[in-house]
């Protein structure tokens, strides 16, 4: 059977390659090995929509090192694409690419973020990146660009973008998971390490691409999901056994993250002596609806253990947008605060003291400080510590240098807050007084 490569007649049988070295077969292709590159023959009937031969032929003229591309097109006697000729890489397996020592693993991802940046600066989309479209071969090779699609009008950046958040997908869940996968069989435990990972990746404001290029310091992949996978804990909640790794621990408390049906949580473990609050008092706290100072979800008692604790929901904290807020943003997230002290002590809670320590800023400001809440003897009382307790705390941001100037943002923006709920407290006060030095002072008279 003739066909053209590149302007040059050649003969193939395609059907008689058969019985050579097929390399296999998918929905759109047949794929052949001849020498050191890869034929790749489009089925008579294929599933999907052929590459053009003018998308083929503008592939070609681009240089990549990790996503490859066709380097030669196959035509047929009316000038139709037939198949495209590519490198051959031998699958090595993914234990390679987990093995690979951190240098060069690093200069892999350094690799494909080029490639993602060449490709996208040619208006490359790219697209079906799976485990059977990638061969590894001590790094990542993607090996099937049939659905590749050249999008001239589409902006470079949002190529970019959206190829960069393919390639970040796929190293999620088809290396990060998939190693994981090889280490350990259970499911749930699984699921709890990839979530620490995930974790780890946003706290740090990366994506799984730069985090291999920039931040990992173990060994190997292969070492890295080991040490997540020992710092996992399992324990029996209402009547379930999850998964929890560790956050952080001292000598009184160990907190841990996990997943429950979709929602992430944080576990507080406390060895008996160090949590004040009894197990009625943490069922009548469960009921409270506050909005950012964080109540429990559930208790936890392990007698075995010597441990009690609670549940909450989990939140990441980004400090620096937390200090970005403008001074309207702030003062409404301190009515968000002052709302929750009124509701606790409406069932004579006092929220107890809090610092810049316990305050996370995750779409809003949180604080977390569930181990200092007291029961009063009547609302009064906890209203009048609660008030005590959130005017300290704005005087130890002040004096952190945190937000003299956001204070005095508050002070400016807000003096015609209608706000009832603080109209009696004396935070109010600032809405009233435009003088900085009062913001300095207060105190509870």
């Not at 952190?400 to 935070?427: A, H, M, P, W």
């Amino acid at each position: 059977m003739v066909f053209y490569e590149n302007g040059r007649k050649i003969r193939y049988n395609p059907y008689n390659m058969k019985r050579g070295e097929n390399k296999g077969s998918g929905q759109e292709v047949d794929v052949y090995k001849e020498k050191d590159e890869v034929v790749k023959f489009y089925k008579p009937y294929c599933g999907k929509i052929r590459m053009s031969k003018e998308t083929c032929e503008y592939f070609q003229k681009i240089h990549t090192k990790r996503i490859l591309l066709p380097k030669k097109v196959l035509l047929d006697k009316k000038r139709q694409i037939r198949g495209y000729k590519m490198p051959y890489i031998e699958n090595l397996g993914a234990n390679s690419l987990y093995l690979l020592n951190r240098d060069e693993l690093k200069n892999e991802m350094n690799l494909i973020h080029e490639d993602i940046v060449c490709l996208s600066d040619y208006h490359v989309l790219i697209e079906d990146l799976s485990m059977e479209n990638s061969v590894y071969h001590n790094g990542i090779y993607f090996v099937d660009p049939g659905s590749y699609q050249k999008c001239e009008t589409i902006p470079t950046s949002v190529v970019y973008g959206m190829n960069m958040d393919l390639v970040n997908e796929y190293l999620l869940s088809k290396v990060f998971r998939r190693c994981c996968i090889s280490v350990q069989k259970d499911y749930h435990k699984i699921n709890a390490v990839m979530d620490l990972i995930e974790r780890e990746i946003e706290v740090q404001n990366l994506t799984p691409l730069t985090y291999l290029m920039e931040k990992m310091e173990s060994k190997n992949l292969l070492e890295y999901i080991e040490d997540k996978f020992r710092s996992v804990k399992s324990i029996g909640i209402n009547r379930k056994k999850i998964y929890l790794v560790s956050d952080c621990s001292d000598s009184e408390v160990e907190v841990y993250n996990y997943k429950d049906q979709e929602v992430f949580k944080q576990i507080f473990l406390y060895k008996v002596p160090s949590l004040k609050l009894s197990k009625h008092q943490m069922d009548m706290i469960k009921g409270i609806p506050t909005q950012r100072i964080l109540t429990p979800t559930d208790d936890i008692r392990i007698p075995r253990d010597y441990y009690e604790g609670f549940i909450t929901i989990r939140k990441t904290d980004h400090e620096d947008e937390l200090r970005n807020l403008s001074g309207e943003k702030l003062s409404l997230e301190f009515d968000y605060l002052i709302r929750d002290m009124e509701i606790l002590a409406q069932h004579s809670v006092f929220m107890g003291n809090f610092t810049r320590q316990n305050i996370v800023y995750d779409k809003g400001i949180f604080i977390n400080n569930i181990e200092n809440f007291e029961f009063c003897r009547n609302s009064e009382e906890a209203i009048e510590r609660n008030r005590i307790s959130f005017n300290q705390f704005l005087e130890s941001l002040i004096e952190e240098g945190f937000s003299c100037q956001k204070i005095q943002e508050i002070i400016d923006e807000i003096t015609e807050s209608s706000l009832d709920c603080v109209n009696e407290s004396t935070y109010s006060e600032l809405y009233k007084d435009t003088s900085l030095d009062y913001a300095k002072k207060l105190t509870i008279k």
